[in-house]
Nanobody, 123 residues
Framework: QVQLVESGGGLVQAGGSLRLSCAASGRTFSNYVMKWFRQAPGKERDLVAAISRSRGNTQYAESVKGRFTISRDNAKNTVYLQMNSLKPEDTAVYYC????????????????WGQGTQVTVSS
């Protein structure tokens, strides 16, 4: 069993930065590919970024490439999402997730979800 708790969301102006954190409980954190999804009002939940178990491989949605960076610290059971050059269209609830393959952008293979953290980017 893994419990995920996100933090770091908030309100920021366009062009600003935020760093999301996701703390995981349980001893099996390093066994999971970790991902960040986001969901805007009225839209589907989409994959933003993923990182492999050993941190050797990362994947990003085209819309965030070059602006967002996913990282993880297995010793701290934590995954991060550094978000730079934020745009109003990045406004969404961001969810931390564990499970699935790093090349799988779907949500059906996710084993565990966090509760989500709101990110709002004002223009």
């Amino acid at each position: 069993q893994v419990q995920l708790v996100e933090s770091g969301g908030g309100l920021v102006q366009a062009g600003g930065s935020l760093r999301l954190s996701c703390a995981a409980s349980g001893r099996t954190f390093s066994n999971y590919v970790m991902k960040w999804f986001r969901q805007a009002p009225g839209k589907e939940r989409d994959l933003v970024a993923a990182i492999s178990r050993s941190r050797g491989n990362t994947q990003y949605a085209e819309s965030v490439k070059g602006r967002f960076t996913i990282s993880r610290d297995n010793a701290k059971n934590t995954v991060y999402l550094q978000m730079n050059s934020l745009k109003p269209e990045d406004t969404a609830v961001y969810y931390c997730a564990a499970g699935g393959d790093i090349y799988d952008s779907g949500s059906r293979t996710i084993a565990y979800w966090g509760q989500g953290t709101q990110v709002t980017v004002s223009s």
